[in-house]
C-alpha cells in the first residue's frame, strides 16, 4: 500500500516538474527581467531593480503600454526574488509551483502541494536544497578624510584623487570559477524533464589588473560626525570571480583653536579676570556661522 502511495505521489511530482519545463521554455525568467545572474546577491538585485525601475516608470514613459507592461513585470520579479523563501521555490520548482505556493496561502485553489516534503519523503533526508556558494569580495578601502568644524557644520563637497586596480581584457583564456547554473535535462527522449545544477564553462577570457585614477566626489553632508564613514559601494578592489570590495571615507574632525565638538554641542574656552567673574561680562566671539555677544 505504501509504496503504491509513493508511486502515486511520485508521478504527481514528475507531471509537476513536466509541466513547469514545459511552461518554462516559452516564459522569461525572472532574472533575464532584472539582467542578473542567477546567483546575484540581494544587494545587485536591488541595484539591478532601481536601475530598470527609473528607466520604465510611468511617470517617464506616459502612454507607453510596453513601458507600463515592463514596469510591472520588474515589480514582479523584484517582488519574488527579494523573498528568500519564494526565491527558494521558484529556482526549484518554477513560477506555477510559486502561484501554486501563494494560492495555498491566501486560500484560492485548495490546498497547495509542498513539493519539496514530497521529494524528502523518497530520497530521504531534508529535501532538495538549493546548494550555497558563497561569493569572494575584494578588499575595502579605507580613506581618512580630514574635515574641520566649519565644513562639518555647513556641508561641502570635495574632489579626491583615486587610484585603484582595474580588471581589464588579456590574451588567452584562464581557468575560471564561475557558478553553477539550474538547466533543464530530459530524461529520457520524449519523456520528463528534471532540474540538474551544471557548471557554466571550463574557461574564461582571460583578464589582468590595470591601475587607473580618477577624481570622486566626496559629499560631506552637514553635521555628519567624527569616524561617520561615507560609502561609495563596490569601488573598493575588484577581485576577479568576485565582486569588488566597498570605498568608504572616514570623516576625522581636525582640531579646532576655539572650540571643541561634542555631539551636536560646540564648546569653548575662555580666561576672565577675576573682577568679570565677580560682576559679569560680555565677551565678543565668533561661531562657526555668525558673531555672538
Request: charged residues 30%; hydrophobic residues 35%.
Amino acid at each position: 500500500m505504501a509504496a503504491r502511495w509513493r508511486a502515486a505521489l511520485l508521478a504527481a511530482v514528475l507531471l509537476l516538474l513536466l509541466h513547469h519545463s514545459v511552461s518554462a521554455l516559452s516564459r522569461t525568467s525572472y532574472y533575464d527581467i532584472l539582467q542578473v545572474s542567477k546567483d546575484a546577491s540581494d544587494e545587485q538585485i536591488k541595484r539591478a531593480y532601481r536601475k530598470l525601475a527609473l528607466k520604465y516608470h510611468p511617470d517617464k514613459n506616459p502612454n507607453n503600454e510596453e513601458a507600463d507592461a515592463r514596469f510591472a513585470e520588474i515589480n514582479s520579479a523584484y517582488e519574488v526574488l527579494m523573498d528568500q523563501e519564494k526565491r527558494k521555490v521558484y529556482d526549484w520548482y518554477g513560477e506555477d509551483a510559486l502561484k501554486q505556493l501563494q494560492d495555498g496561502r491566501s486560500g484560492g485553489g485548495g490546498r497547495a502541494m509542498n513539493v519539496e516534503h514530497v521529494f524528502s519523503n523518497f530520497f530521504g533526508g531534508g529535501g532538495m536544497e538549493k546548494e550555497e556558494e558563497q561569493i569572494i569580495k575584494g578588499d575595502d578601502v579605507i580613506v581618512e578624510l580630514d574635515a574641520s568644524l566649519e565644513v562639518l557644520y555647513m556641508g561641502c563637497s570635495v574632489k579626491v584623487w583615486r587610484e585603484k586596480n582595474v580588471i581589464k581584457p588579456a590574451p588567452g583564456k584562464r581557468p575560471c570559477k564561475c557558478m553553477n547554473e539550474i538547466r533543464q535535462q530530459e530524461i529520457a527522449p520524449g519523456a520528463f524533464f528534471f532540474q540538474i545544477s551544471e557548471q557554466v564553462c571550463e574557461s574564461c577570457p582571460n583578464v589582468k589588473y590595470v591601475r587607473e585614477g580618477d577624481f570622486i566626489n566626496v559629499d560631506i553632508e552637514k553635521g555628519m560626525q567624527n569616524g561617520q564613514e561615507i560609502l561609495f559601494y563596490e569601488d573598493g578592489e575588484p577581485k576577479i570571480d568576485g565582486e569588488p570590495g566597498d570605498l568608504k571615507f572616514k570623516i576625522r574632525t581636525t582640531r579646532n583653536e576655539h572650540f571643541r565638538r561634542e555631539g551636536n554641542d560646540l564648546h569653548a574656552a575662555a580666561t576672565i579676570s577675576l573682577l568679570e567673574a565677580l560682576v559679569g561680562f560680555k565677551k565678543k566671539t565668533s561661531t562657526t556661522s555668525t558673531t555672538i555677544w
